[in-house]
């Protein structure tokens, strides 16, 4: 499984919440880096919507870009 698709189907098992790139390195064990490559990527399959906005995963003090399925 590539990060990419790792990602996808981190961000499709949790359908709905919107998850920051820090928060998705997190979650998968990742870069932000590698996050930030991989929503982008899934961003401009249009399979997802890549936004700013609020985060699912806990609050941050700056609105960020979010990603979710
Ligand atoms: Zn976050």
Redesign the pocket.
Known sequence: MTVEERVADFLAKNKGKA??D???AGELGINRHQARNATSGLAVSGRFHRDSGA????P?HRR?K?TRA
């Open positions: 998850y920051c820090d928060c998705l985060c699912s995963k806990r941050h960020k979010v």
